[in-house]
Structure formats: structure tokens, C-alpha cells
């Protein structure tokens, strides 16, 4: 089942192109990060998700309608830029939201006291916006978003803006969505979060798709890093067989990049046989952050990968 | 369209709640008492009794100048009389005003009509006890709980020079500068006349042979060399203050004249006669069936009632449309408007906004309404009957249902001009400078509104009326004077369909506007990304 299809989507404004050539699926029931840095296109993607801006070319298909506006009832947002009306109380905003999103005017209200109770608002509930902090604020606002129980939940970073504990409550508000049943596609350029809790990620950069699958399949587009010190120079290293470049980095360690079809245990023992004296030797497997910077920072290995 | 009825409940009562609407709504019953009262006080208590000096070295002027100050007196006596049993007479006698009937220029014109042709009229009441026996007059016809008549203060009286400044037997002849040093540190307020501190309002001397500067007419009066120190003077610090310096002088004019004709020998009796002679003269309005085409009081406030609409109008529908831009800098600015997108279509929000304030400005003109018919049923009294019996006039007129109907068509076309700004900028900044053009465009129907009530055909009027953007002011205050049914119903339609493309151009701009960030877009770039979402469509 998939619960959103983008197809050849272009947005150009003059001369300038926001979003080149994207094409995406979105399985139902899943939690999909869109990563990329700044300026990337992630936000005016969202927006011709939800048909807030219109695209140049190119087709959406979302929860089988051709308009989000025809399913917008089943959708929830938060937009990135978070802010809510300052005179209004805190459960009033969010029964607000809910009622224009078809739900009945008490249920709202029912409804919005008991998320604020849930996510640890319950104090609030009857505080105006104005007086609440930032981050509580950015928590009404978040919660407005999905009071109506939607399908389909669309949040430009979410994580923005929170502090760690929130980050957490967050994180939380997301699963327990997921659980519901809703399929969520969220933007963030902290890779942490998109790591522990995205099915699938789609990494966009200057406007263009650069990676679009599982996190896992995204870790396993970088070879596994080795890292070690001991009493020994990068140039004795490389002579090693497994090794195939090797570089020191900011903490004075030494970057190993193994060869291809060797294992790390191979480098131990060559390390063994050449008598270099270990005295640390640490393997893992690379993050997204890593992939990230891998996929972004390096322009001529985004063009290779397309 | 249920979303725009959510989006109007919340728009509203958002307004509603704001302190500035309360504001707004009280200070309205709040300036009507106090324009009422205010004036009336101060007549009471502000403005205490004026002392004068009146030195008289001719001994023939002296007692004309006193009968004067004592008639300026007597005429405040009569009105406060007769405002005294309107205010208290048995049935209230306000009810018995019958606009219809009364002349156009009001009880005031009648007073001063008849004390013009009789300034003698009112001296009974200058007698010791006239006051009393007038009051025990009107006694019968007054209700049980009247108050006791009281008088009001004497505005002016007479004193005498202090003590010690100039003898009796010098005041016959002092020179009148001499006379002015002296008393000057009184008239400067440097000294005081009595221990209650009251100050010299004003000195007036009457030099000897005063009687004598006598100004002519025609070629005689052209080869006249009069020095002003020869005729009667009046000294006094306070300019703005005029009725006794007025008073004094019309009446040594009556007075010379009086002389004149009698040295010209003219017999004064006949004088006076032809003096209270008039010519019958009469308005009369064409448009009024036979028999009562005079025009009374009423048809005059028929006529000037649509400038205190075109009035109202202006004031709540700028009130309510500046409502409307800051709400929408406001969503804009907290980037709502992005959630409301995503919940609404761009139509649903702004026609939910356009119900949503309508609403706020029609709250605020009923709460106006209401409170003023509060406020009259509070204060009784011959001021309120008169406002009251012209609610009565005004309601009966037919120019409400068209006050509503303009002031909706008006509400329209400025909301769509606004909303259209509020969309394209994001701070209010921003939009100060939309602004000021705006305001200028504004100001046109208040600026032209006295013009345009005083010629409602004329030429301005028609100019204006074909501008939609004024139709509804101008309409308004043209619609008392029958204006030709082309005007009415061509400048109605034009207006309509003005009303239609502003809100069709401004849905437009709103959606285009909405999601900018930054710097309100140049004109150019306006029609451009305007005629491009055409070509999207």
C-alpha cells in the first residue's frame, strides 16, 4: 500500500528550481525522514504535498486523491516556522484546528484536554498561548496538528526548538501516531533522530533526490570505518594489504579506509604480522550522520550516485 | 463553507475579546453624556461671574452700557426659564415638539429673531421678584416633584474701583491712560479686587464727550479724524471672552441711533415699528405634497442626517477593515496561515475573515445604537426629547435600510482592498507604508462630505459617485435628495461588479501573497505572478 506517490515533481520559481525531478513512494504506516540541508527543498516539497503551493510539473498522489485538499480532513502539519494565535487558551487552539478538520465541536474539545493531559500539558490547558513558553508553545502547536486523528501526518522539524526532554516527548507523539496506524513523513537535519526512529529516509540536496530507502541500506552505502592509534604512521599503514587509504583526523587518530572484500578482523591480524603495537582499535558502523556529510558535503560523489 | 463559518466564530471572537473593541464600544456612550454634560457644567461652575469697572466721566452713556449687561442677564434668566418648565412641566413638553411643524431654524433662531426686534422684550424680568412670580406662574403646570427653580449666575457684575486707587472726586476727570496704569495690576491679574481673590475682568471708561465720536457713513464718514482714546474704551486681558465687549457695543449703537433719529427728528415709535416689520418668507420643498410643502425642522434634519451616517460609516468601516489587516499580518507573521492553508481553502479563510469582521462592525454599531438609546433614557431632559424625537425622524426616513446596504457594499470593497495588503506584507511595518497611500484615497469621502450634502447633485457628487470606491459614501449622502435613478442604480451596479473583481483580485493576491516572506513584492512582479496563477488555472 502506498500512502503517498510523487512522480517527476519540478517547482520553479523564474529562473529558479526549489524542488528537480522527484520522485517518491511513501508505503502506508510508515515513518519516512526527509534529511538535507538548509534551503535543500524539503519545505516546498511538504507544501506540494499538501497543494499549499502548486508544482510546476510532475504528479502527487496522496492517500488515492489527486489534491491533498480532497483528503485534507485525513492530514495532519506542522509547519516548520512555529507559531500559534497569542490571545487564544492552549485547548482552544487545538480544538480549533480539530474542528476545521471536520471534527464535531465537542468532541474537540474533549479531545484537545485530553492530549494536553497526555503529553504533560494538563496545567496548561487553560493558559493563553502567549503565556506559555516556547517550547510548550511549539508542543500546542503539535499536538493542534494531529488532534483529528489523521491518516497521514506531514511535520517540518518537529525537533526544532526542544529542549532534550521535549525532543523525547517528541519522539514519543510520533510513535504513538505510527502505532495508530498513520504514516508520517517528517524533516529534520538532526541525523540522530532520523536514525533511531525513520523506516525510511529521503536525502534531498540542491533540489535534487540524492538517496531514497532504509536507513540501513543508506549506512550500507559507507564501508565500515576503522579507527586506531598506536606507535606507528599512517604511511606504515597503508602499506598493509587491507588497507586502502588512510588519513589522521581531528583527534589525532588514525582513519582507516579498508580495502574492498577485507574484514576488519584481516587488518588486526595483518596489523599482528607487521608487529604494530594497537593500542586502540575501534570499529563501527557509519551513521547517517556520516552518510550525510558523505552524500552532501562532496559534490562530485553526489553526481555519481544520481 | 463550514470551514469559513469556524474561521468567522474564531475571527470574531477574537475581535470581540480585544480591550480595544470594549474601548471602542464604551467610549461612544462615554463622549455622548460628556458632550452633552460637559458644556453644562462648565456654564455652571467653570466659568465663575465676571467683575467689571464701568467708569462714566459723560454721565449720559453709562446707564445704556449698565441696561445692557442687565438685558444680556435677563435673556439668560428666560431661556433657563423655559428650559426649567420643558424639563419639568406636567406630561413632559418635550414630547409636544412636533419637528414636523417647527420652523427649520429652531427654538434658538425664534429667541433671538424676537429679542432682535424687541431688546425690551425681557426687562420685566429685571424687576425685583420677576423671577419669583414668573416661577409661581408656571408653578401649576409643573409636576409635583419639580425642583426648585434657581436662577442662574449673573455672568457679569458690576464693582466698584478699589479703594484708595482713585478718589470719587479724580474719577470725573482722570485722564482715561491715567486711569488704565492704575488699574492695570487688577486687569493683569497682579491684584486682586477682594479677599476672595476675584480678578478684574474688564475697566470700561467712558471718556467725557464720548457721546460726540461718532463714526458716519458715506463720503462725510471717509474725511472723519477720530482718535479711539476719545471713545468709549474697553480694557481687558481675556479676548476670547466677547459677549460683554458685543453686548455693550450693539447697545450704545441702538442707543445712538435712537439719538440720531430723534436730532434728525423721526418720530422713535414710528422707528420701532418699522424696525419689527418683516417680509413673509417662507422655504418650501417641491417635492412634498400640497399643503405642506414648508420646510419644517424635520425635512432639515432629513437632509443633514445621511452626513452623520456617511460619518458612521467611515469611522466603523475603517475601524473593522484595519481589524482585518492586522489579523491577517498577524497569521502571516506566526506562519498560522500555513496550518489554515493546509485545513482550508484560500477562499474558505478569507471569506471566513470577511463574515467574521463584518460581524465585529456590526456588533460595534448596534452596541453604539444601544447604548445611545441608553444614554437618553438616562438623562432626561429637553436635549434628550430632541434627540430622541430625531431617532424618530431619522428611523422613520428610510435611510436605514440603505445605511445598511452601504455601509455592507463599503465594508466589501475596502476589506478586499486590505485584506489584499495584509497578505502581501508581513510586518505591520510593512504595511504603513500600503498605508499611507491608502489613507489618502480614504480621506477623499470625509474631506467631501459637507460639499456633497450642500449640492447633492452637483457636479462633485456625480464625479464621486461613479468612483466605486466612494459610491457608498457618497451614495449615502446623496440619498435624502432623490438623486436620478441612472446615478442610483448605474453607480450600484458599477459598484457590484467593482465589489466582485476586488474580491476575485484579491483571493487571487491573497494566495499568491500569503506565503511570501521578505519584502512586499514590486507592482510589476504583482501582475506577473498574477497573470501567471490566470494561465495556471
Redesign the interface.
Known amino acids: 500500500m502506498t500512502a503517498l506517490k510523487l512522480k517527476n515533481l519540478v517547482k520553479r520559481y523564474g529562473d529558479f528550481t526549489a524542488v528537480s525531478d522527484l520522485s517518491l513512494e511513501v508505503p502506508t504506516g510508515s515513518i519516512y525522514g526527509f534529511l538535507g540541508p538548509n534551503g535543500a527543498g524539503k519545505t516546498t516539497t511538504i507544501r506540494m504535498i499538501l497543494d499549499i503551493v502548486k508544482p510546476s510539473s510532475g504528479d502527487i498522489t496522496i492517500l488515492g486523491a489527486d489534491s491533498a485538499m480532497d483528503v485534507r480532513n485525513r492530514i495532519g502539519y506542522l509547519p516548520e516556522e512555529k507559531g500559534l494565535y497569542k490571545k487564544m487558551k492552549a485547548w482552544a487552539i487545538i480544538a480549533y484546528f480539530a474542528r476545521l478538520k471536520g471534527m464535531p465541536s465537542s468532541e474537540a474539545k474533549t479531545r484537545a484536554f485530553e492530549l494536553l493531559e497526555r503529553y504533560g500539558l494538563g496545567d496548561f490547558a487553560n493558559a493563553k498561548v502567549e503565556t506559555l513558553s516556547k517550547g510548550m508553545g511549539q508542543k500546542v502547536q503539535v499536538l493542534a496538528s494531529i488532534a483529528h486523528r489523521p491518516d497521514f501526518v506531514i511535520l517540518d522539524e518537529p525537533f526544532s526548538g526542544l529542549d532534550p526532554s521535549n525532543q523525547q516527548v517528541m519522539e514519543q507523539v510520533i510513535s504513538d501516531l505510527n502505532k495508530e496506524g498513520a504514516t508520517i513523513i517528517f524533516s529534520t537535519h538532526v541525523m540522530s533522530h532520523a536514525e533511531r526512529i525513520c523506516d525510511r529516509i529521503l536525502l534531498i540536496a540542491s533540489a535534487k533526490k540524492v538517496f531514497d530507502g532504509t536507513v540501513q541500506e543508506a549506512k550500507d552505502l559507507l564501508p565500515p570505518r576503522v579507527r586506531v592509534t598506536g606507535d606507528f604512521s599512517a604511511a606504515q599503514l597503508i602499506e598493509l594489504p587491507s588497507v586502502n587509504d588512510c588519513n589522521i583526523d581531528e583527534d589525532g587518530m588514525l582513519n582507516i579506509d579498508i580495502s574492498s572484500g577485507c574484514t576488519p578482523q584481516q587488518l588486526m591480524s595483518e596489523c599482528f604480522d607487521a608487529q604494530l603495537t594497537l593500542e586502540s582499535f575501534e570499529y563501527r558502523q557509519p551513521d547517517l550522520h556520516d552518510v550525510f556529510l558523505h552524500l552532501v558535503g562532496e559534490e562530485a560523489k553526489v553526481a555519481t550516485l544520481r | 463553507m463550514n470551514?469559513s463559518f469556524?474561521?468567522a466564530g474564531?475571527e470574531y471572537a477574537?475581535n470581540a475579546?480585544?480591550k480595544g473593541f470594549w474601548i471602542n464600544l464604551l467610549m461612544f456612550p462615554i463622549i455622548l453624556v460628556a458632550s452633552i454634560k460637559v458644556p453644562q457644567l462648565l456654564e455652571e461652575k467653570a466659568i465663575p461671574t465676571r467683575d467689571y469697572i464701568l467708569i462714566d466721566q459723560s454721565g449720559e452713556l453709562g446707564d445704556v452700557v449698565q441696561l445692557a449687561v442687565d438685558r444680556q442677564y435677563a435673556a439668560k434668566v428666560a431661556e433657563a426659564l423655559s428650559s426649567y418648565y420643558m424639563a419639568n412641566a406636567k406630561g413632559g413638553v418635550g414630547n409636544e415638539i412636533d419637528l414636523e411643524k417647527m420652523p427649520s431654524g429652531g427654538l434658538d433662531g425664534m429667541m433671538s429673531d424676537f429679542l432682535e426686534q424687541d431688546p425690551g422684550a425681557l426687562d420685566s424680568l429685571m424687576q425685583p421678584g420677576a423671577i419669583d412670580s414668573a416661577v409661581a406662574m408656571m408653578q401649576f403646570g409643573l409636576n409635583d416633584d419639580a425642583p426648585e427653580f434657581v436662577a442662574p449666575r449673573r455672568p457679569f457684575s458690576k464693582v466698584d474701583v478699589p479703594t484708595g486707587i482713585i478718589s470719587a472726586t479724580e474719577l470725573g476727570t482722570m485722564d482715561s491712560g491715567e486711569i488704565v496704569s492704575r488699574l492695570r495690576p487688577y486687569l493683569l491679574g497682579d491684584k486682586y479686587l477682594t479677599t476672595d481673590e476675584n480678578k478684574l475682568f474688564a475697566v470700561i471708561i467712558i471718556p467725557q464727550g464720548a457721546a460726540a465720536q461718532v463714526k458716519r457713513g458715506g463720503a462725510a464718514g471717509m474725511m472723519q479724524q477720530l482718535d479711539e482714546k476719545d471713545g468709549v474704551q474697553f480694557w481687558a486681558k481675556n479676548l476670547a471672552d466677547m459677549s460683554l465687549s458685543r453686548a455693550i457695543s450693539s447697545a450704545l449703537n441702538e442707543h445712538l441711533r435712537t439719538n440720531e433719529y430723534q436730532r434728525l427728528g423721526v418720530d422713535e415709535e414710528i422707528v420701532s415699528q418699522v424696525k419689527s416689520t418683516q417680509m413673509l418668507f417662507t422655504s418650501f420643498d417641491p417635492s412634498k405634497d400640497e399643503g405642506e410643502e414648508k420646510v419644517s425642522m424635520a425635512d432639515t434634519i432629513r437632509q443633514f442626517a445621511p452626513l452623520g451616517f456617511v460619518y458612521m460609516m467611515w469611522i466603523a468601516i475603517f475601524t473593522v477593515v484595519n481589524m482585518l489587516l492586522n489579523n491577517t499580518i498577524?497569521e502571516k507573521?506566526?506562519?498560522?496561515i500555513?496550518?489554515?492553508?493546509?485545513?482550508?481553502?484560500p477562499w474558505e479563510i478569507m471569506s471566513g475573515k470577511l463574515i467574521g469582521i463584518a460581524g465585529v462592525g456590526m456588533t460595534m454599531m448596534v452596541g453604539w445604537v444601544l447604548s445611545m438609546i441608553g444614554v437618553l433614557m438616562y438623562m432626561a431632559g429637553p436635549q434628550v426629547e430632541w434627540a430622541a424625537t430625531l431617532l424618530e425622524v431619522i428611523s422613520n426616513s428610510g435611510l436605514l435600510p440603505l445605511f445598511g446596504l452601504y455601509y455592507l457594499c463599503g465594508y466589501l470593497i475596502y476589506s478586499g482592498l486590505f485584506l489584499a495588503i495584509g497578505s502581501l506584507c508581513s510586518t505591520i511595518k510593512e504595511s504603513q507604508n500600503f498605508m499611507g497611500t491608502a489613507t489618502v484615497i480614504l480621506m477623499v469621502p470625509l474631506m467631501t462630505m459637507v460639499f456633497v450634502a450642500r449640492d447633492p447633485n452637483g457636479t462633485l457628487a456625480q464625479v464621486l459617485t461613479w468612483i466605486p470606491l466612494y459610491t457608498p459614501f457618497v451614495m449615502m449622502n446623496r440619498a435624502a435628495a432623490d438623486p436620478p435613478a441612472f446615478d442610483m442604480w448605474g453607480s450600484a451596479i458599477l459598484m457590484l461588479v467593482t465589489i466582485v473583481t476586488m474580491l476575485w483580485v484579491s483571493s487571487r493576491i491573497f494566495r499568491i501573497g500569503i506565503?511570501r516572506t521578505g519584502q512586499p513584492p514590486k507592482l510589476v512582479e504583482l501582475f506577473k505572478s498574477l497573470t501567471q496563477s490566470l494561465k495556471?488555472q
Not at chain 2, 333 to 336: A, E, K, M, P, Q
Open positions: 470551514n469556524i474561521i474564531r477574537d475579546r480585544t498577524e507573521s506566526n506562519r498560522i500555513e496550518v489554515l492553508l493546509s485545513s482550508a481553502t506565503l495556471n
